[in-house]
């Protein structure tokens, strides 16, 4: 198998960890912090973003293992796949964007704070994944529309 691969299920488990952490710990942040007046229009495309990386990581990873590199995919897996990829490109940008507004109010508040200086190349190694696995995926989409007829 071609070490890109490799690579690209190398970077889904770190999203994977990745997202489910942040998930965690944004469901725990909503439970115990969030006032009730509040709500939760403002978080709901947050949680929603993270849960659908989580999904496309966990459908990347059981396509990396179960059907990578020659085994021939169901129609029912391709529309999955293609939808979950929709779904990821529209989630990224909303979870990139976030945690930029996280970083941000956290500067705004307590410059000095060193948190953010941990988080920032955690968010950067994130990014880096995220458009290394979007644009694997869409070589991926591109191979799997080439080469399966089932």
Do not use: C
Request: no cysteine; net charge positive.
């Amino acid at each position: 198998m071609p070490i890109k691969w490799k690579l690209f299920a190398l970077a889904n488990y770190i999203m994977l960890a990745a997202y489910v952490f942040l998930l965690v710990n944004a469901l725990r942040f909503t439970i115990e912090f969030l006032p009730a007046e509040v709500g939760l229009s403002s978080f709901t495309p947050f949680m929603l973003s993270l849960f659908v990386v989580v999904f496309n990581s966990a459908l990347n990873l059981y396509v990396f293992h179960s059907y990578l590199p020659s085994n021939p995919f169901s129609k029912k897996l391709r529309i999955t796949y293609l939808i979950s990829t929709i779904l990821s490109v529209i989630a990224y940008p909303i979870t990139i964007v976030s945690i930029f507004i996280f970083i941000y109010e956290i500067l705004n508040s307590n410059p000095i704070d060193n948190f953010v200086y941990i988080i920032l190349p955690v968010f950067l190694l994130i990014l880096l994944s995220a458009l290394f696995i979007f644009i694997n995926q869409v070589i991926l989409l591109r191979s799997i529309k080439k080469n399966n007829t089932g």
